[in-house]
Structures are given as structure tokens and as C-alpha cells.
């Protein structure tokens, strides 16, 4: 099973490399048996391959996660909280193996997938512990012999489709919250990353997650999501990706008025203003811009400085960027992995180009390093204008274009100029101003000092095309629940005075 360039990955646990999918409980080839090649994006080698799984199978993964759903769910809080539980230790157990397997079919360098595989664990844990506490309400009355109570229970069952930039962790944030409040699952991941998620489900299965609970699809998206997305028995779509798919796939699940989670596209502001910490703020540039080489969609898009320190924050970002090393995820040093595909390197080229015919000047970095790999440095660009794509498009790549800008309203005005409203940033000294201006930011999170926002204990969502529904915290749970009202009457008054 694990041959071609797995076989030097040296993985204490080879079981944990599936090259079938999981479905109902067991490990199942296509029907046809076709495959679909996955490889390194650092080497390009062929890792293996894995099922292009289609329609038929996608209807038999429906039944079985619908016929699975009525004992899952009646299980009690507590035991579906244990089960998830010992998935997050397991998880945690394995961190090493299934760090070396993202960072083989990803490219993002090891301690980046080692903190990815320890993130993608937090979820599972997290939603283990929510699981018991999915709380209905009691409602003052609006008739004197009726009481009013909501009770929450499961959606049922439910489609996620996943993206490669964070393989497992986009996987956990879903599943965790679904299964905790007692749905089941079907994920489709990215093509490029399967074997973060088929690896996932060998250690669901090994917990005791029964089976048709968590099933995982490989194959044609639009064959395998478009059976999804049209089966009534699916009552929820959670998908994270570009905002364009995210559109398709909401027109999609129109016609059978699914619940829908969408996390999508983002054109994040990195405001940086004159009274900041000029040294706090480029360790937050550095952190929000160039993790995971930029294909985050919360990673800063635009860099936004005030006049008065533009210059000198420009050339403090340049030192640091210059210290990043670039190459295979498995080196030692390594900071910045390979892109995922060629389509990713030539957007950040065309980025560039765009603005430098515009006027914009390269101050590091600025061209692949090979013409054959999909290694791309680190880059940053000045003199940059609204005019320029980078102001509009999400680059997705090691970027950084610094605009400029002169007061606090300008800042704002620039900042959400875009139809995306996912994640902001700002560094400020000033205590009023960062009150104003978080408000004024027209964005689902706003780090404020700081250019990390991401955990397990907080909302992680967007507005605008940036999406709908959170994930994470305890709001992320409501998104796999419904709320149902019950009306009992016949009671008595409740306002009847003792005699
Ligand atoms: N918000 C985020 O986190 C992400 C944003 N992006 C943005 O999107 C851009 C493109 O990246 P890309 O990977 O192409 O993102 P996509 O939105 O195309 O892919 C995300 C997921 O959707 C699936 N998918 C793709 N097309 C369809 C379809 N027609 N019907 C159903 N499912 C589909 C993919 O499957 P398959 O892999 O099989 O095609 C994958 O599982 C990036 O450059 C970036 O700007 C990308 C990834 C994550
Ligand atoms: O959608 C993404 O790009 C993944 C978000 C990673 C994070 O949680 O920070």
C-alpha cells in the first residue's frame, strides 16, 4: 500500500497512510477502480494515489452516514464527549506521523505541521467538552397554562468540503463541532491533501467513532459535491475554500434549503499607524503575512502605514523577510514550504507584474526561484496603489505590498474597500483609536496588536463574501444544531395566586 515516494517518509505508524476511503466503516476503491495521483509539492514526486470516488459511491457514503446518524445521536453527550476525546489523544499522540504526512503532500514546513496537527487536535477536544453543554432555554410564558422551553438536537447529516492550505485542521473544526452535537459526516477533502484526511479517519475508526459517523470521500469535486449538495438526506454544507466555489455551492444547496457554513476569501488590512510599536507590528506582519507562505485566508493581503513611519517600517519588514529561508518542509530552517501548484506561483507573479508596471517597486524578493519548482521568496513591495490587483484580489502567496496612507479615516476607508470581510489587523498605541477602529472595521476578526487570532476558543468567521456561520468557540457547535421549540399546554395557570 504505501509505496512510490511514501516509503521514505519513515513514519513510526505506516497504517496511518490510507490510499482508499473510508466509507460506512470500511476502506473502499472506487468502483471502477480509478485513482487520482497526489504528489509533493516541494519535489513534485508522486506520493501515490488515491480513489476518484464518484456519484454511485457518493449516494452509498449518503446511506450510510443517514442510516448511522439515529444511534449516533442518541447516544448521550457524554458518550459521544468520551469517543471524541480519545480521538483528540490519539491525534496528539500521532502528531509526528501526521505532521510528516501534511508536510509531504502540502509542503508547509515540519514545526508549521507539527503546530497544525496540535491546532486540528484543539478542536476535537474543545467540541468534546462542548458536546455536554448544547443547552436548550426556558421562555417566560405568553399564556398562563403553557410553559415554553427549546431543546437543541442535531442537524443530521452533513457535507464538508475541505481546502489544502490547512489539510487536517479545516477537517477537525467541522467534524468536531458535527459530531459532538450528534450528526454525522461525510468530507470530501482537497485533492491535493487526501491523505491528512484519510489519515484522520484511521484514527477515528481506531476510537471507536462507529461507523458511517465520519466518512471520507476522494475523487471529481463536482461529481462527488454535486451528489451532496443535491441529496435531501444532506441537511448541512460546511465548506472552506475560495468565495467563488463557495457561491456555486450555495446556489446549490438552494434547492433542498440546506443549512449552510461558509468560510471563504479573504483581502485581510495590516494597518500599521504612527503611533505603533514599529517592532511588535513587523513580528505581527511577519506571523500574519508569511505563515504557511501566505495561503492562509486570514494572512495579511494589504499593508497599510501610515506616512510617518513608512519608510522606516518598510525597511525594519526587509530585514526580517531577508532572514526567512525557503526550501523543502523536511530541511532543517526551513520557514517557507513551496506553493501548492504552478497556479499559485504564476497569481503572486501576475500580482507583482500588475503592480510594478503600475509603478510599484520590488524591495525584496520578487521573482520564483527556479523556473521549474513552485518555490516562490518571500517579497515586498513598495509604492503600491488602489489601482494595483493586490488591492482587489487575494494573492494567497509570500507578498507583502505596503500602501500608504495619511490619518485614521483614511486607514478605515481603505481598509474596507473590498467585498471580502474576513480578518483585520491594526497596531496602535493609542487606547481610543483602537476602540474606533475596531469598530469601524468591516470585518468578522480584528487582531489588535497582534497579527494571530487563531484558536479553538474563539469565533473564527467572516462577513460579506467572506462568508457565514463561525467556527470554533462556543458558537461553532450552534451551526450543527437546530433549535426546536416545544409549547406545552394544559398545564395550569403559572399565575394562579395561592389561596
Ligand atoms: N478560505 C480559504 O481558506 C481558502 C481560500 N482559497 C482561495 O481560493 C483560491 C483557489 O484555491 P482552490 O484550492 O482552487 O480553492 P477551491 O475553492 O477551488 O477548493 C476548495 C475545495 O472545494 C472543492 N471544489 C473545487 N471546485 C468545486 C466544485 N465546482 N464543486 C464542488 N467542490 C469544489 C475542492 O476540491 P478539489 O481539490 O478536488 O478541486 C476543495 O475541496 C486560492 O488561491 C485562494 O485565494 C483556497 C483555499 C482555502
Ligand atoms: O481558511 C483558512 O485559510 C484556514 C484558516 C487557518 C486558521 O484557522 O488560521
Known sequence: MNDLAFSGLELTDPGLLRQRCHVDGAWVAADGGATLAVFDPATGACLGSVPDLGAAETRRAIEAA????????????????????????????????????MTAEQGKPLAEARGEIAYAASFIEWFAEEAKRTYGDTIPTYQADKRLVTIR?????????????????????????????????????????????????ELAARVGVPKGVFNVLTGSATRIVGELTASPVVRKLTFTGSTEIGKVLMRQCADTVKKVSLELGGNAPFIVFEDADLDAAVDGAMLSKYRNSGQTCVCTNRLLVQRKVYDDFAARLKERVETLKVGNGFEAGVTQGPLIDAGAVRKVEEHIADAVAKGAKVLTGGRRLSAEGLFFPPTVLTGVTPEMKVASEETFGPLAPLFVFDDEAEAIRLANDTEYGLAAYFYTRDLGRAWRVAE???????????????????????????????EGSRYGIDEYTEIKYLAMGGIGACNAVPA
Not at 160 to 174: D, G, L, Q, S, Y
Not at 446 to 464: D, L, R, W
Open 440 to 470: 469601524a472595521l468591516e470585518y468578522g476578526m480584528v487582531g489588535i496588536n497582534t497579527g494571530h487570532i487563531s484558536t479553538e476558543v474563539a469565533p473564527f468567521g467572516g462577513i460579506k463574501a467572506s462568508g457565514i456561520g463561525r
Open 66 to 101: 443517514g442510516a448511522a446518524f439515529p444511534r449516533w445521536q442518541a447516544k448521550l453527550a457524554k458518550e459521544r464527549s468520551a469517543i471524541l476525546r480519545r480521538w483528540f489523544e490519539l491525534i496528539l499522540a500521532h502528531q509526528e506521523d501526521l505532521a510528516r504526512i
Open 153 to 201: 438536537q442535531p442537524v443530521g447529516v452533513c457535507a464538508a468540503v475541505t481546502p489544502w492550505n490547512f489539510p487536517a485542521a479545516m477537517i477537525t473544526r467541522k467534524a468536531g463541532p458535527a459530531l459532538a452535537a450528534g450528526c454525522t459526516m461525510i468530507v470530501k477533502p482537497a485533492s491535493a491533501t487526501p491523505y491528512s484526511a484519510l489519515a484522520l479517519a
